[in-house]
């Protein structure tokens, strides 16, 4: 498998540009999950899908952001506009059970380094 | 509120063994994972703990206390390629995954 896949792996933009950013989750799994780290701030949980649903989107940070997920293969995280403190890296991870009994853990993309001037 | 602590860096010597300790305060458990994150790269899973005692995996293992909110990862024979930041994440009452800030581990010759 090719494990979660995330384009584009860098973007830099303006402050005030809209930026799109895409996830390709495990065939198979359920759930997927946005995350967005920085220094200061670690690993954030922005939102999450249980089979294309979005379940909990109570940290995603303000309206500039939004999520779809169309279809159980596809997801894509967009700010609009973009900001110079939206600055970080965001993971895509997938999941093949919401909340299973199962050890059923995260497997999560490369990631995206957003950088906005 | 939901809190986990873990130490924010810590150093060894290629060799050793190393305790990385990770305190919790959760509405709910349903499972403590800890993942290590190289530098640059996206985290990755090394255990699984939801039933007490100690888990053990190679030169890794991971133990978890319930009554006691505590939790460790022992890392034994330490080699250079250990350097990474290590996270402790609890699964609390709704199945989600509360994340702590990280361990940084820094390996010395």
């Known amino acids: 498998d090719a494990g979660v896949i995330q384009s584009p792996r860098h973007e830099v933009t303006e402050m005030g540009q809209e930026v799109t950013l895409r996830c390709k989750p495990i065939?198979?799994?359920?759930?997927l999950f946005w995350y967005r780290q920085t220094m200061m701030r670690g690993l954030e949980l922005l939102i999450y899908?249980?089979?294309?649903?979005?379940?909990?989107d109570s940290g995603m940070p303000e309206d500039r952001f939004s999520a779809k997920m169309p279809n159980a293969s596809f997801s894509t995280l967009k700010i609009q506009p973009s900001e110079p403190r939206d600055s970080a890296v965001y993971f895509c991870?997938?999941?093949?059970?919401?909340?299973?009994?199962?050890?059923?853990?995260?497997?999560f993309g490369p990631g995206t380094r957003l950088t906005v001037l | 509120g939901q809190n986990i602590d873990q130490p924010t860096e810590m150093t060894a010597t290629e060799g050793a063994i190393v305790q990385i300790n990770c305190t919790y305060q959760?509405?709910?458990?349903?499972?403590l994972f800890w993942y290590q994150q190289h530098a640059g790269e996206a985290p990755t899973f090394l255990s699984y703990?939801?039933l007490d005692g100690l888990e053990e995996k190679g030169r890794f293992s991971s133990f978890l206390s319930r009554s006691k909110g505590y939790s460790y990862l022992l890392l034994k024979e330490l080699q250079m390629k250990d350097s990474a930041s290590y996270l402790c994440?609890?699964?609390?009452?709704?199945?989600?995954?509360?994340w702590g800030a990280g361990t940084k581990l820094i390996i010395k010759p």
């Open positions: 991870a997938s999941s093949p059970e919401l909340a299973g009994t199962s050890t059923d853990t995260q497997y």
């Open positions: 065939s198979g799994h359920n759930s």
């Open positions: 899908f249980n089979n294309n649903v979005p379940i909990d």
């Open positions: 959760t509405s709910g458990f349903n499972g």
């Open positions: 703990n939801v």
């Open positions: 994440a609890v699964r609390d009452r709704d199945y989600q995954l509360i």
